[in-house]
């Protein structure tokens, strides 16, 4: 555990993997709270800079906090990552020798009831990591019932979605759905009672919490933006890493890096997706469903040699 209390995800492959060197620029797409960031500065020793982005403006304030010791080696930008060029353009940089995003929410805003992302503890409906635009409760509180349950079905990969969505209608209809506790007791009051088989099931909610998650947050659309630039971004040489937590993420991820792969531009820096290890996943669960896939530049593009 680093000294934010938090475990960066897959540390040791994304250093292997980005193998991150003295005087190259990295960018951490999603520096929550700066754990892999401060791990990459270290491993590549002086003259190094990062630039951190992060919706999340008390994340940013945590990493810069942090990494006060690196201030000089650091920007942070409170931005989305799909807008990564504008990004390196206020940064004054053109080309990037190492990137990460390592996707989702940290630990510190599942654990913190405020921000809505979890029904453990009771909280506000909230669930953005800008804490801008609608929140989860408009989103259960406005759509229709066909809408709701194409949410729940699409990015909450759902079969019980109909259902759910019905209950939801019926129960707003009585009183708006403001709290994370009632929502996932409605979800879970609406879920066919049949015994189960599988010994370790997950709670009825979850996948009703993460489809309302992604929606919120624009998840897949920001994902594709900012796999659509990578590829262009990276110097000769550059690589980038993504981390991904489920089959939505990562099936975007897989095909972005073909498609460069098959320009002729980049190569696969490993076939499969690297998984976590048995000692990661026993010391953090929320690595289990970890997915690294990276890339490396080989050439420019022939657009960007005739130029
Ligand atoms: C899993 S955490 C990153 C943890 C980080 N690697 C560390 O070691 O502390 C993901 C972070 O990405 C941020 N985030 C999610 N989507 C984003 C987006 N589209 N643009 C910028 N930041 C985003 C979240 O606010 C969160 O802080």
């Not at 940089?93 to 405020?114: E, K, R």
């Not at 109909?162 to 929502?183: D, H, K, N």
């Not at 992604?214 to 971004?233: C, F, M």
Request: with cysteine.
């Amino acid at each position: 555990m680093d000294d934010a209390g938090h475990l960066p995800v897959m540390l040791d492959e994304v250093l292997e993997l980005l193998a991150p060197r003295c005087g190259q620029t990295i960018i951490d797409c999603t520096v929550g709270l700066g754990g892999h960031a401060e791990a990459m500065l270290d491993a590549a020793g002086a003259d190094a800079t990062l630039i951190g982005i992060d919706l999340d403006e008390s994340n940013l304030l945590k990493t810069k906090e942090r990494l006060s010791h690196l201030a000089g080696r650091v920007r942070l930008f409170r931005a989305n990552f799909a807008d990564i060029c504008d990004v390196m353009a206020e940064a004054g940089v053109s080309s990037v020798d190492a990137v990460l995003a390592d996707l989702g929410m940290s630990s510190s805003q599942l654990d913190d009831p405020d921000r809505g992302f979890s029904f453990q503890a009771d909280g506000p409906l909230d669930m953005r990591y800008g804490r801008e635009g609608p929140s989860a409760a408009d989103l259960v509180n406005t759509l229709g019932e066909a809408e709701l349950a194409d949410l729940i079905y699409r990015y909450g990969q759902d079969r019980h979605s109909r259902r759910i969505a019905r209950a939801i209608v019926r129960a707003r209809g009585r009183e708006p759905i403001e709290r994370t506790r009632r929502l996932a007791q409605i979800v879970a009051a609406a879920m066919p009672h049949k015994p189960t088989r599988r010994r370790k099931t997950i709670h009825p909610a979850t996948r009703t919490f993460q489809a309302l998650r992604i929606a919120v947050n624009g998840e897949l659309e920001s994902l594709e933006r900012l796999l659509e630039k990578l590829p262009g971004i990276m110097s000769v040489g550059g690589r980038a890493a993504v981390i991904s937590f489920h089959s939505l993420e990562d099936r975007l991820v897989k095909r972005a890096f073909a498609a460069a792969v098959e320009s002729g531009t980049h190569r696969l820096l490993n076939r499969k997706p690297r998984t976590a290890g048995l000692d990661e996943v026993g010391e953090n669960p929320r690595s289990r469903s970890a997915k690294l896939r990276a890339i490396e530049r080989l050439v420019m593009s022939t657009d960007e040699r005739i130029r």
